[in-house]
């Protein structure tokens, strides 16, 4: 059984403009122990998912329309947010992408890891003060005891993301889910965070449901990837699959789209775009949402929507092109 | 912490300086002599006169003056009430804790009142509650305190005749006479503070929606911490700093409010010193309370410097 | 919407009433004194008899003026200190800022007090006892309320200074005035009106204080504040004396302030809630 299981999500905002569908209809399961990146564009409705899972989107405006999210076989959509409590931080840890805005600017970073501690572990006070000091020393702040009483503006951007997973896994969840953790932050920065992330989940054997745009993360750290366009998941395969054979369109432009400096000379091709945009999700038209961007977008793509569906072992897509073949 | 506090005692001493100049501007340029009044009072005698004029130096170059004028001030040489017969200092130190006491228990009462409200408003945006509550400080703060004060004169004095509408200070000890001096500020106390509640409300409010939306209120609630310690810990804690700004900055008007107030209930404070000496005509009394006010509003804006650098550990380090 | 239109009602029972309701304002009758509300006295009399509509009128007339000439003055000294701030990037901007943080914590009423008790009588010699005293209140409840105006404005020139339509203008040698004028000022006017608006409301609460502690209008000009402060000593046997002109009052501020709010509304459509 899966850990996570998330089947047929729709979550939708109430707008001026009238409903947008963000999220609409979206399956993604997550096994224990895995890494599984979920990739697209911004706004293509990766953020809305996870944050939907513990229910962390405003409500109202938002609203969870359909679907269920099993975690460990138990529906979380029907739970209150009161009821959520129990499982946030405590079974399902969360990383978020703005390192500098994350985090309470009037409480010290130990305050802010402890608190979490505090409600899900029967700990006093000191004992949560010396877990908050070993996880920072895990998560390698150097000398811990003394920062654990510093506050966030006193540290730079990485070190405030790492003081962010060190919180994550305070409690030691089965799952963490990081919501483009490396964006915010300088290069160099980044592959240390990742090779944290990687360094923290073989230590406590969590899954890690990892949220990126970047094609490049994907291919370093997932096992399992889920790509997602406006809303819906367009292609899910393991992660030497989708970079072997690709078989979605807008798959196969994320990946062209990687610049590569690994061809020789002769070989190099004009780094391709994705022409287009993400189309706005307020009554979007009958059809495949990609179409309008397709380099093979054919008169069926307009007219019905293409199913997601298994075409290899563990390679499922969502295309009509593999209808034709 | 502590340089932090001594630096904003430095800038309020200039601003202090820069308002007993605006003052002595003032006075300066008033058409006439300030004190030629006092030459047609017969209760002043010629030498109290002569002496006042060598002291203020009214012939010496203006900048002089000026700085007559402060030393005067800061020896607390505050001058004579020729109406009250009594040195200004002393007039003003009876007087002041009636002022205070007012105020501050307005204060309080306005805290006690718009924070449970506005915190409560914005957590439910666009409620029925939050609703009400828009409306009543809204129609509270265009409510002019004069007007309310007679309005409540109107209902709990005239009609239900519950509430003395005279604030009287007779002397006096034990648990009626206690009572009865919380019985007769009630009126003043509620006066200033419903109308200091209703623009706090509001500025309570807003300041939480603005917290509300931040990342780090999505990081606490994925903590799982639950919504009233979130509310408290993590959006209070952070809404109130620019509350206390805002607050200092109504300072000004709330003494504006407690002056009327005084006048309306005859409570005994500086407030109504003043008006009582501008119908006198007596100047140095005008001019000190005018100062004292001063003071206060400069006194005010400094502990809410200090309680600012206490909420936010961002500025007592830079 | 509605504000609007009571406001509107307001000027207009102001300024044609006085053509339809024609009795004077200080017929003394002593022995209609203190009646209330009645069909020869829609809003009853004052101890002397005299009509309270007619000087309710009358002293709306007063009393709007007032509101609407300190607001004139507010903006006027406002926009002229705010852009001088926003314009000058070196002491002359801090020192203005200064000054206006200085004014800001003034304490407003007793300087205003004060300062109609210095000046009361040279300006009642030059204008007579009624121009002297509105030309006063004027200046005073404008001159002290200019702040948040200056800061608005300041606030407004130092980010459309920046904006590149002012740098086109700018780089194709506008003068410094030109710049102000045509291309940064009407860009700020949005947040000059709001403010403007609200000090309309503040300016008529300070004359109607002013009048209320008895230091304002001389007696025999029966401003709101003025009846008000009249009839305070009458509220046991008159309270309709006291009731009308603190309700027109409140009335006129509460329309204004939520024409402030709408206004701000309208035109701040990117804030999203």
Redesign the interface.
């Known amino acids: 059984m899966a850990l996570l299981d998330i089947k047929g999500l729709k979550t939708h905002f109430a707008t001026d403009a009238g409903v947008l569908q963000a999220v609409d209809g979206v399956d993604i399961s997550i096994n224990r122990g895995e890494t599984l990146c979920v990739v697209g564009e911004s706004g293509c409705g990766k953020t809305v998912t996870a944050m939907s899972i513990l229910k962390l989107i405003a409500m109202p405006p938002g609203r969870i329309v359909a679907g269920e999210i099993m975690f460990e076989g138990r529906d979380l959509v029907p739970l209150s947010s009161h009821q959520l409590d129990d499982i946030r931080a405590k079974e399902i840890g969360f990383i978020f992408q703005e390192p500098m805005t994350s985090l309470n600017p009037v409480l010290t970073i130990g305050e802010q890891i402890a608190e979490s501690l505090r409600r899900h572990e029967a700990v006093t006070k000191k004992q949560a003060l010396e877990r908050t000091i070993e996880m920072l020393k895990l998560v390698q702040i150097p000398n811990a005891a003394g920062r654990v009483h510093h506050y966030p503006h006193q540290f730079s951007g990485g070190m405030r993301q790492r003081v962010m997973i060190a919180m994550a896994l305070a409690c030691r969840p089965k799952l963490v889910i990081a919501d483009e953790p490396t964006t915010a932050l300088d290069v160099t920065i980044q592959a240390q965070i990742l090779d944290l992330l990687q360094d923290m989940k073989e230590r406590f054997g969590m899954a890690v449901m990892l949220i990126t745009h970047a094609m490049g993360v994907v291919a370093e750290t997932a096992q399992r990837v889920v790509v997602m366009y406006a809303g819906k998941v367009v292609e899910e395969a393991s992660v030497d699959e989708l970079f072997g054979n690709p078989r979605h369109p807008y798959t196969q432009g994320l990946i062209r789209s990687i610049p590569r400096i690994d061809l020789d000379a002769e070989h190099k091709t004009r780094l391709e775009a994705i022409g287009g945009s993400v189309p706005i999700l307020i009554n979007p038209p009958p059809g495949c949402r990609f179409a309008p961007r397709c380099k093979h977008a054919m008169s069926i793509c307009t007219e019905r929507e293409p199913r997601l569906r298994e075409i290899a072992p563990g390679h499922r897509m969502a295309c009509h092109l593999g209808d034709a073949s | 912490m502590s340089q932090y506090i001594l630096r904003r005692l430095m800038i309020a001493i200039p601003?202090l300086l820069?308002?007993s100049l605006?003052?002595f501007v003032?006075?300066a340029l008033?058409?006439?002599d300030?004190f030629s009044e006092l030459a047609t009072n017969p209760n002043v005698p010629p030498e109290v006169q002569a002496a006042l004029r060598a002291k203020f130096g009214l012939d010496d170059p203006i900048y002089l003056r000026y700085l007559h004028w402060l030393a005067a001030m800061v020896h607390g040489d505050w001058g004579f009430s020729f109406v009250s017969r009594v040195d200004v200092d002393t007039l003003i130190l009876q007087r002041l804790p009636t002022t205070l006491y007012v105020v501050g228990s307005s204060q309080l009462l306005a805290l006690l009142i718009a924070i449970p409200v506005g915190v409560y408003a914005a957590t439910r945006?666009y409620s029925l509650f939050d609703q009400l509550a828009n409306t009543f400080a809204?129609?509270g703060?265009?409510?002019?305190t004069?007007?309310t004060g007679?309005?409540f004169?109107?209902v709990f004095?005239?009609k239900l005749d519950w509430l003395p509408f005279v604030y009287t200070s007779v002397p006096g000890s034990g648990i009626p006479w206690l009572l009865e001096m919380i019985r007769q500020a009630i009126m003043p106390v509620m006066v200033l503070g419903l109308f200091q509640a209703a623009s706090m409300t509001r500025f309570v409010r807003s300041a939480m929606?603005d917290v509300i939306?931040?990342?780090?209120v999505?990081?606490?609630?994925?903590?799982?911490?639950?919504?009233a310690k979130v509310i408290v810990?993590?959006v209070m804690?952070?809404a109130m700093?620019p509350v206390v700004t805002l607050i200092a900055?109504q300072?000004?008007?709330v003494?504006?409010g407690a002056?009327?107030t005084e006048?309306?209930f005859r409570i005994p404070g500086i407030g109504s010193l003043?008006?009582s000496s501008?119908?006198a005509n007596d100047t140095p009394v005008?001019?000190a309370?005018?100062f004292v006010?001063?003071c206060?509003?400069?006194l005010f804006?400094l502990i809410a410097d200090v309680l600012y650098g206490w909420?936010?550990?961002?500025i007592s380090?830079r | 919407m509605i504000s609007a239109v009571l406001l509107l009602l307001l000027i207009a029972a102001v300024v044609i009433g006085p053509f339809i309701w024609r009795v004077s304002i200080s017929d003394i009758d002593v022995v209609a004194g203190l009646q209330g509300p009645s069909l020869a006295h829609p809003f009853g009399t004052d101890d002397l008899g005299q009509d309270l509509l007619a000087r309710m009128i009358y002293g709306g007339r007063i009393s709007l003026a007032v509101g609407l000439a300190a607001m004139l003055v507010s903006v006027f000294v406002g926009t002229l200190i705010g852009a001088l701030a926003g314009m000058s990037r070196g002491a002359l901007g801090y020192g203005l800022m200064w000054l206006t943080d200085l004014f800001l914590s003034l304490p407003q009423l007793p300087l205003l007090l004060m300062l109609i008790y210095l000046f009361r009588d040279g300006l009642k010699a030059l204008f007579g006892p009624e121009g002297g005293i509105f030309i006063l209140i004027v200046l005073v409840i404008g001159g002290l309320r200019w702040m948040p105006v200056a800061r608005l404005v300041r606030a407004q020139f130092l980010s459309l200074r920046e904006k590149e339509f002012v740098e086109a203008a700018r780089a194709l040698g506008a003068s410094p005035v030109r710049q102000v004028v045509r291309h940064i000022l009407p860009n700020a006017l949005g947040p000059v009106i709001i403010a403007g608006t609200i000090d309309v409301a503040a300016a008529i609460i300070a004359e109607s204080t002013l009048s209320f502690l008895g230091l304002g209008f001389p007696p025999d000009t029966p401003t709101w504040g003025r009846i008000l402060y009249d009839a305070k000593d009458f509220l046991d046997i008159g309270p309709h004396w006291a009731l009308f002109p603190g309700g027109a009052i409140f009335i006129a501020v509460v329309a204004i302030n939520f024409i402030g709010d709408g206004l701000r509304d309208a035109l701040d459509a990117r804030k999203v809630i």
């Open positions: 601003s820069g308002i605006v003052l003032v006075l008033a058409p006439g300030p945006p809204f129609i703060f265009s409510l002019p004069f007007f007679i309005l004169i109107l004095s005239v929606l939306r931040l990342d780090y999505t990081t606490a609630r994925a903590k799982g911490l639950g919504q810990k993590h804690r952070n700093i900055l300072m000004p008007a003494f504006g002056i009327v006048q309306i003043l008006i501008i119908l005008v001019m309370v005018t006010f001063a206060l509003v400069v804006n909420l936010d550990p961002r380090f």
